[in-house]
């Protein structure tokens, strides 16, 4: 559907005696006291209270290198003690960090995700109100195994996935919100490469998709690796082919793939490597769909950008248009022979693979000696727009920055979030936009506003631009398509008369018209909002109609027939055949209106006129139209 909308989220940030959002790009929000080199940040939204939290890894007290978390409500004030709570306290940790996980679950809670000293992984749920809802310990999982690298995927009901991997294998499985695991999924390779860094997107009915990297060694630092995508239920049955998305390339271990949901089922899959086409650097886009099937045909993915071979694309990162399902894409250009010119470009993907806006739109220009680094965007949650944020600086110190786009990539607004320059590490994402408003964290490495090294420091910003105090937009009306669209051929014996009869569903809000398409017909029916049905008279042919509602803002997608298809076939032949016949076997009943009446018998109807489908003595499908008496 379309929609002409701007929409933004805030991002949540308090001080110490002042509890809520700034807006005062020079000093920012206060979250926590951290070492000058914590890093790390990861963010969540719980997807009912809006409560905020934000996850992040330093030196702790066991003497290894773990994680902290604390909550804060959507205004942006603290709700654990002083510097959060800490999930691993009673493990002792590695002195290195391993890459830590966090998801936030549909039960108001977080589950963060490690590994410990030993190598086993790790997952503690923290209640809303601090207390620790699986042991303070959390659970070990995949009996003991699993190393490093986790990661974390809520599921519907207060549960989540759980993945590590050995750097050989990638164990799964499924945590269920009282903390019982269910059997644990190994993906392994009889050949013995290496089955490892697994992203989890959610497969339809509670199920997961897994896109993990099958490689081995190549030369030294370079792998020869493929991405491939296999779905699982929370049994442990594989519910999908393991598929190839992307052919074998040889590129360095460090660059791996990026994951998006599409809101269908299915995911988008990104990756930037120097293999492949023309050998320069560029990210390219996959697609599976709900089944785990491969929709982009070219086993090399679709770049960003034709190849270019004096200039790099990467550092790329991606959202979901929650309107239309093309993934947005945020990426740095840079010149191939010095790597000193640095812009931000933005581009949109469909699930087929078509780069819609060809070799990208610009959202921030090159502006001499500053590079840009960490660029995240976000879209909209109503659709309409997205906005883009980024580190501007020299390399050793930055300001962020954030610009606001349409839904054609124009440049709609451009606020500077922090405009002191200093060293920081970025967040490793955003809240995403709920309400209105998004929200980003980062550490400053050393020299913070507050005089001391390190630090946890955050912004907010809204669908326009501002910061603070965010008014969330209206949401818009809904732009729901009629439902239950059938059709039939239709043949008058007494008048000679024949054509095509149409019905359907009415949306629950009233549209201003509905738009019956005709193929072959350039016109666009219009169809006043108080009928669901349309009977016209045609000469024979064959004939597809699709049908929409249109509002104020919007029209809608096509409605859906019973079967799922978005469009009636039917075939005007001009003779009584349909009609004349008599219905020996009944297998569907209709109101005028196209309401259909489940386990009906004729004679059980009240008196009226319907639609009835049903067997001929020789077995023919036909559909008459009904006077019960």
């Not at 879209?379 to 920055?401: M, R, T």
């Not at 490793?428 to 005089?451: M, Y």
């Not at 501002?466 to 729901?480: F, L």
């Not at 669901?532 to 803002?553: M, Q, W």
């Amino acid at each position: 559907m379309k929609r002409l909308f701007l929409l933004f989220t805030t991002l949540i940030a308090f001080t110490a005696l002042q509890a809520q959002w700034v807006n005062n790009a020079a000093s920012n929000t206060f979250l926590a006291n951290t070492s000058a080199d914590a890093c790390e940040v990861y963010l969540g939204t719980d997807p009912v209270s809006g409560d905020i939290y934000v996850q992040w890894s330093q030196f702790v007290s066991s003497g290894g290198w773990g994680m902290k978390v604390q909550r804060l409500n959507s205004e942006g004030v603290p709700q654990w003690s002083a510097d959060g709570l800490t999930p691993c306290a009673q493990h002792t940790m590695a002195s290195w960090s391993q890459g830590f996980a966090m998801a936030v679950t549909t039960d108001n809670a977080v589950v963060s995700c490690f590994s410990n000293e030993n190598g086993q992984s790790i997952a503690v749920k923290i209640n809303a109100d601090g207390t620790f809802a699986w042991g303070n310990a959390g659970i070990t999982l995949f009996g003991g195994m699993g190393g490093s690298r986790t990661e974390l995927l809520a599921g519907e009901d207060g549960g989540v996935w759980a993945m590590a991997t050995d750097l050989t294998n990638t164990y799964l499985c499924y945590i269920e919100a009282n903390g019982t695991t269910n059997p644990t999924i190994t993906i392994s390779d009889s050949d013995g490469k290496m089955c490892t860094f697994g992203l989890m997107v959610p497969a339809p009915n509670g199920n997961v998709f897994v896109v993990y990297e099958k490689e081995q060694w190549a030369t030294s630092y370079f792998y020869e690796k493929d991405v491939r995508v296999v779905g699982y239920s929370k049994d442990g049955t594989q519910i999908s082919d393991d598929i190839q998305l992307m052919a074998p390339v040889i590129i360095p271990g460090s660059y791996i793939h990026h994951v998006v949901p599409d809101g269908f089922g299915g995911g988008y899959v990104y990756i930037w490597h120097a293999g492949g086409t023309g050998g320069t650097h560029n990210t390219y886009v996959f697609h599976f769909d709900q089944f785990g099937a491969n929709t982009i045909n070219d086993p090399n993915g679709i770049p960003v950008h034709s190849i270019d071979p004096d200039n790099l694309y990467l550092d790329a990162y991606a959202t979901l248009d929650p309107v239309t399902h093309d993934l947005i894409i945020a990426y740095q250009q840079t010149d191939s022979y010095s790597q000193s010119e640095s812009r931000v470009y933005v581009n949109r993907f469909n699930t087929i693979g078509d780069r819609l806006w060809g070799e990208g739109r610009l959202a921030a220009e090159y502006l001499g000696g500053n590079h840009y680094s960490n660029v995240l965007v976000d879209a909209f949650e109503y659709g309409g727009g997205f906005c883009v944020i980024f580190g501007e600086g020299d390399g050793n110190n930055e300001i962020v920055k954030a610009v606001g786009m349409d839904d054609k990539a124009n440049q709609t607004w451009a606020t500077t979030m922090s405009s002191t320059s200093y060293p920081r590490y970025m967040c490793e994402n955003t809240t995403g936009f709920r309400e209105g408003q998004n929200v980003i964290a980062w550490v400053n490495a050393t020299g913070s506003v507050t005089g001391g090294s390190g630090g946890l420091y955050g912004q907010n910003i809204g669908w326009d631009g501002t910061m603070g105090d965010i008014t969330p937009p209206t949401p818009p009306v809904p732009c729901d398509p009629p439902t239950d669209f059938y059709g039939f051929y239709s043949f008058d014996s007494q008048c000679h008369w024949y054509g095509v009869e149409l019905y359907w569903t009415a949306p629950e809000t009233t549209p201003l018209h509905y738009n019956l398409y005709r193929e072959g017909f350039k016109d666009v029916i219009e169809i006043d909002p108080e009928y669901t049905s349309y009977i016209e008279e045609l000469g024979a042919g064959d004939y597809i109609y699709k049908l929409t509602a249109v509002y104020d803002d919007c029209e809608s997608d096509y409605a859906l027939t019973e079967t799922g298809d978005n469009y009636v076939f039917i075939t005007v032949t001009g003779v009584p055949e349909n009609t004349d016949e008599e219905i020996v076997t009944v297998t569907k009943i209709y109101t005028l209106s196209g309401q259909m009446i489940r386990n009906a018998d004729l004679e059980e109807l009240s008196k009226g006129v319907y639609i009835v489908q049903g067997l001929t003595r020789d077995g023919r499908l036909v559909t008459q139209k009904k006077m019960v008496d």
